[in-house]
């Protein structure tokens, strides 16, 4: 199972689902592979935002390897499932898509929750610590949800 996260940057939210999702199949053992990528072009090749880095490591998940990078029309090949964040993120993705099958495999990452809500993970990057607390809480049970899936052999 190919699991891409996609936010709008990837230096704030993918980058801290892609980490938290990468740390639970370690723990887990599990036959996941997980990338990230935002819409915009605005990051590449740059390390996740100070304070995601920074959240993450509160909570004992280093994501400062990772590196910006932009979604391409070639991730709908090479993943199985792309979680977005908001709806934006869905609407700039689904622009891409070529065909249903492609479509299919886009969900907001929240509906793992609250399935059928499409509740966004709101965009942090111009508030304050309290933003990346709440997307960290968020995107910690919305991982736990897919592992869950995927450890009774259910679809995420
Ligand atoms: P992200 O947050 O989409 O969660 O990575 C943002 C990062 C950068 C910008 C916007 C949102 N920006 O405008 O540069």
């Given at each position: 199972m190919k699991i891409l996260m996609v936010c709008l940057?990837?230096?704030?939210?993918s980058p801290l689902a892609e980490g938290l999702l990468r740390s639970k199949v370690q723990n887990g053992q599990l036959d996941i592979e997980t990338d990230s990528a935002g819409?915009?072009?605005?990051?590449?090749d740059e390390a996740p935002d100070p304070r995601t880095i920074k959240t993450g490591r509160t909570y004992g998940i280093d994501i400062s390897d990772l590196r910006g990078r932009q979604f391409q029309i070639e991730d709908f090949d090479r993943f199985d499932k792309i979680y977005v964040m908001d709806e934006s993120n869905y609407q700039n993705v689904i622009r891409l898509a070529r065909n249903q099958a492609d479509v299919n495999k886009?969900?907001?990452?929240?509906n793992e929750i609250e399935?059928?809500?499409?509740s966004e993970v709101p965009d942090?990057?111009?508030?304050?610590?309290r933003g990346f607390e709440n997307v960290y809480r968020l995107l910690d049970r919305a991982t736990d949800s897919i592992i869950q899936k995927i450890k009774d052999g259910r679809k995420p």
């Open positions: 940057g990837n230096i704030c939210r819409t915009a072009a605005y990051h590449i886009v969900d907001y990452i929240l399935p059928g809500s499409n942090p990057y111009y508030g304050g610590d």
